[in-house]
């Protein structure tokens, strides 16, 4: 099975720096994806890392390390509407050359940011 | 603009009595998915579908059943809803492979009385 583990709730004040972690085991990684979710809407996708490394979109970034089978999510200049959840997923594949996968999610991080 | 659209956005049914959930989509992604999400929790990959190749996860109950008649629809059939069963159903799509995210629609919520 898949065994993805993130801090259930986190909070910050507007304007700053929040770094959200997930940590991941699993057999097949293909991938992992960040997602945020308001309550009561879909998930909304956010990043994504394949590779070990660092991924910036804006005020978001994403890092990837396989081996430690170890991600964050990093926001910036959190703005009152950040406040969300944000779920880390894992793409697993059955089949090595396959890039069909399933998704698994972490339970998610509820972010709050107080002004 | 290209979307997945679930249909109803509410849902109440009575207990033990069947229901189905539908979802379309306009991308023309040939993977869909549903997921179960209960308050606070993760969503929970019940199957998928690949083009009209079936999918299912090995902890999805038999209660739960899935149809595909073509690439832009996919229905969930519940056959006897229990009150466990009261939670968030979502519906993705993908594209198979690379950086592509899923694209989720907007969910139906289920409440069983």
């Known amino acids: 099975g898949q065994n993805i583990d993130q801090p259930t709730e986190m909070t910050a004040t507007e304007g700053a720096i929040v770094q959200i972690n997930c940590t991941y085991q699993?057999?097949?990684?293909?991938?992992l994806f960040w997602y945020q979710q308001h309550a009561g809407e879909a998930p909304t996708f956010l990043s994504y890392n394949v590779l070990d490394g660092l991924e910036e979109k804006g005020r978001f970034s994403s890092f990837l390390s396989r081996s430690k089978g170890y991600s964050y999510l990093l926001l910036k200049e959190l703005q009152m509407k950040d406040s969300a959840s944000y779920l880390c997923a894992v793409r697993v594949t059955a089949d090595r050359g396959s890039t069909l996968g399933r998704l698994y999610f972490g339970r998610g991080t509820q972010l709050t940011v107080w002004p | 603009d290209a979307m997945v659209i679930q249909n109803p956005r509410y849902q109440v049914t009575q207990f033990g009595k069947p229901v189905t959930l539908s979802c379309s989509q306009t991308l023309n992604h040939n993977v869909m998915y549903w997921y179960q999400q209960k308050s606070s929790q993760a969503p929970k990959l019940l199957f998928h579908y690949y083009d009209k190749d079936f999918n299912n996860e090995a902890d999805t109950p038999d209660n739960f059943q899935s149809r595909r008649p073509n690439t832009s629809f996919c229905f969930l059939d519940i056959r006897s809803p229990g009150l466990g069963d009261a939670a968030m159903y979502l519906c993705?799509?993908?594209?198979?492979?690379?950086?592509?995210?899923?694209?989720f629609g907007s969910g139906t919520r289920l409440t069983v009385v």
């Open positions: 699993t057999s097949g990684f293909n991938g």
């Open positions: 993705a799509t993908s594209r198979v492979g690379g950086s592509y995210g899923y694209t």
